[in-house]
């Protein structure tokens, strides 16, 4: 059964804490922290602790589609560290970024999204099935999103769930254009559907939260699928 997600966006830790109450309290929370500006990772345990096993933990680098030109790489690292203690449903790291600290940071005893996203650069098939090969085992999911300039490149994304187990891969395109192959990512067997609230766009293409429950619920006349 997939699970939405709702992706939450704000210049201070304070106002994405402000927008929890509108959410579903079925969905789960994509706290987008690479948005804040100046993001002090203690202040995430402060706010957020109540609904921690609710959370995604994100924080993305710009070069990898992150939002805040303030962006550390020891935050990440202090966030890893910290959410060993607060256990969030899941923490999202981007693969390159996994590489870069793995000396520094242990990420064990975190259940992990492992994230390639493809913003600046075209992978080949070659790229996307080494990346499914080297990291299938070192995480809960893994998740492969690119920026494509046709529908092959799109359909390359999307051909990704028939090599891996179902309930593993998150897998679409980013963009207006291929917002269908987010709605194809549910029916191939993601398990997460990333949404935002209403009048509160993260990205292009994602749906809003209510539109991604009527969706669900439409599929459930084919129970296979969901």
């Known amino acids: 059964m997939v699970s939405i997600v709702v992706s939450l966006l704000g210049n201070t830790i304070e106002e994405m804490y ?4 509108r959410i579903d309290e079925r969905s789960l929370i994509e706290l987008r922290l690479d948005s804040i500006k100046s993001l002090n990772p203690k202040d995430v345990p402060s706010y957020f602790s109540s609904v921690m ?47 870069r600290i793995s000396n520094n940071v242990d990420v064990s005893g975190l259940n992990l999204i492992i994230s390639a996203h493809y913003v600046f650069t075209k992978p080949t098939q070659q790229e996307l099935a080494s990346f499914v090969s080297e990291f299938k085992d070192k995480a809960k999911y893994l998740k492969v999103v690119n920026s494509p300039d046709s529908i092959t490149d799109a359909l390359m994304v999307l051909s990704l769930y028939s090599s891996v187990e179902k309930g593993k891969l998150i897998a679409f395109s980013a963009g207006d254009r291929w917002t269908f192959t987010r709605y194809l990512s549910v029916v191939l067997g993601a398990p997460l559907m990333y949404t935002h609230l209403k009048n509160e766009r993260v990205v292009e293409g994602m749906p809003e939260e209510y539109e991604a429950y009527e969706f669900v619920k439409f599929l459930k006349n084919w129970p296979s699928t969901v």
């Open 18 to 21: 402000k927008k929890v109450s």
């Open 53 to 99: 096993d609710r959370c995604i933990i994100t924080y993305r680098s710009p070069n990898e589609g992150g939002m805040s030109k303030d962006y550390k790489i020891a935050n990440l690292m202090q966030l890893i560290e910290l959410m060993k203690d607060y256990h969030p449903y899941l923490f999202d790291i981007e693969a390159e970024s996994l590489k």
